[in-house]
């Protein structure tokens, strides 16, 4: 059974940064798209950050030059860097995964692709 777990969530102010991770277990295929969706009360689902099982990643115009996911197999463990944040990225993100050959080029930014494996979420809270 496929389960994703995601940590790292909180509050902090406008400018500041944090590091949410994601703990995937039960996944057996090697080759994948693992991303961070994000979705705030009352706004579309956004897809913000994907890596894939070549290491090639694609960010959201939204959050390029802020965020900045990686992975580490070792671990089995998907990370998201997330630095200069805005009030705008209060939202709950996702940790979420499929079988696939790099990440679907609909999966950034506002989607509704949907994914095979889904965390339950980490709320992140950034205040002004």
């Known amino acids: 059974q496929v389960q994703l777990v995601e940590s790292g969530g909180g509050s902090v102010q406008a400018g500041g940064s944090l590091r949410l991770s994601c703990v995937v277990s039960?996944?057996?295929?090697?080759?994948?798209?693992m991303a961070w969706i994000r979705q705030a009360p009352g706004k579309e689902r956004e897809g913000v950050a994907g890596?894939?099982?070549?290491?090639?990643?694609s960010y959201a115009d939204s959050v390029k030059g802020r965020f900045t996911i990686s992975k580490d197999n070792a671990k089995n463990a998907v990370y998201l860097q997330m630095d200069s944040l805005k009030p705008e990225d209060t939202a709950t993100y996702y940790c979420?995964?499929?079988?696939?050959?790099?990440?679907?080029?609909?999966?950034?930014?506002?989607?509704?692709?949907?994914?095979?494996?889904w965390g339950k979420g980490t709320l992140v809270t950034i205040s002004s």
């Open positions: 039960g996944y057996t295929y090697h080759t994948y798209c």
């Open positions: 890596i894939d099982s070549d290491g090639s990643v």
């Open positions: 979420a995964a499929e079988e696939s050959r790099g990440c679907p080029r609909s999966l950034m930014g506002p989607t509704k692709y949907p994914m095979d494996f």
